[in-house]
């Protein structure tokens, strides 16, 4: 079946950067794209970057200075990467499976918590 | 970016009773809209997808429809498994953006 897990640190200080990966199974990435979108406690949810099947990218312009997507198709694992954390990114950070013809995510991940602390 | 304006914000229903929810994007997304449930301390999951498709394994007492700028998700029959928030999502252009959800509770 479809499956999709994050994984991170937890906690990250201010100003420092944050690496998460998505390790995906029942699917291929050579296939399928995948999308990370976060939500930060008690609120809605914002759609941050997509990787497709080719390896091509698209970013919510209002991040991507900060952003960074990749991924090892061998691995089945998506990595993202977002710099100068502060607070307000304080959030839970899911990876999801673009549904085909959907235009929609049509499986999640767990979902991995980030907490900007210092 | 399209912004998704959705109502109410919060709704209280009886067991049994139907219920709707209404999205209104900024700019015509034409069918790209999706609605995706969220249930208290779980992920969101898809419910329907290109307006009024249900998603696998969705149970037949939601439906969604509408197009253009306007769009509903209606639940008949309210079940107390359906205690949820309600998100919509626009497709039709990036950045996605989502509605700021529709948290229903169980009278």
């Known amino acids: 079946q479809v499956q999709l897990k994050e994984s991170g640190p937890g906690l990250v200080a201010p100003s420092q950067s944050l690496s998460i990966t998505c390790t995906i199974s029942?699917?291929?990435?050579?296939?399928?794209?995948v999308h990370w979108v976060r939500q930060p406690p008690g609120k809605g949810l914002e759609w941050l970057v997509v990787?497709?099947?080719?390896?091509?990218?698209t970013y919510n312009s209002a991040l991507k200075s900060r952003l960074s997507i990749s991924k090892d198709n061998s691995k089945s694992q998506v990595f993202l990467k977002m710099n100068s954390l502060q607070t307000d990114d304080t959030a839970m950070y899911y990876c999801?499976?673009?549904?085909?013809?959907?235009?929609?995510?049509?499986?999640w991940g767990q979902g991995t918590s980030v907490t900007v602390s210092s | 970016d399209i912004q998704m304006n959705q109502s109410p914000s919060s709704l209280s229903a009886s067991l049994g009773d139907t219920i709707t929810i209404t999205c209104h994007a900024s700019?015509?997304?034409?069918?790209?809209l999706s609605w995706y449930q969220q249930k208290p301390g779980n992920i969101p999951k898809l419910l329907i997808y290109?307006?009024?498709n249900l998603h696998t394994g969705v149970p037949s007492r939601f439906s969604g429809s509408g197009s253009g700028t306007g769009f509903t998700l209606t639940i008949s029959s309210l079940q107390p498994e359906d205690i949820a928030t309600y998100y919509c999502?626009?497709?039709?252009?990036?950045?996605?953006?989502f509605g700021g959800g529709t948290k229903l509770e169980i009278k």
């Open positions: 999801a499976r673009h549904g085909y013809g959907y235009y929609a995510m049509d499986y």
């Open positions: 029942g699917f291929s990435l050579t296939s399928y794209g």
């Open positions: 990787i497709w099947s080719d390896g091509s990218t």
């Open positions: 700019q015509n997304i034409n069918v790209w």
């Open positions: 290109k307006a009024s």
């Open positions: 999502q626009q497709g039709q252009s990036y950045p996605w953006t």
